[in-house]
């Protein structure tokens, strides 16, 4: 399991490929949190998805 912070959001990753997807979920909050527009939800939902679907893991919101 690895914690992502981002979007002042903890994001618990899990899965067979979970560092290579919790490197990159960090590098598309990042980017996402850098648009500063209307679309930032969308963007997120958007980067989450490509992150779940392309290295096969469990990504959810956390509480700490």
Do not use: P, W
Not at 24 to 50: F, H, M, P
């Amino acid at each position: 399991m690895k914690i992502v912070q981002g979007n002042g959001i903890n994001y618990e990753v899990r899965g067979q490929h979970e560092e290579e997807a919790a490197f990159t979920l960090e590098e598309g909050l990042s980017q996402v949190s850098k648009r500063r527009n209307a679309y930032v939800d969308s963007n997120l939902a958007d980067v989450i998805e490509e992150v779940r679907s392309g290295y096969g893991v469990e990504v959810r919101a956390v509480l700490q």
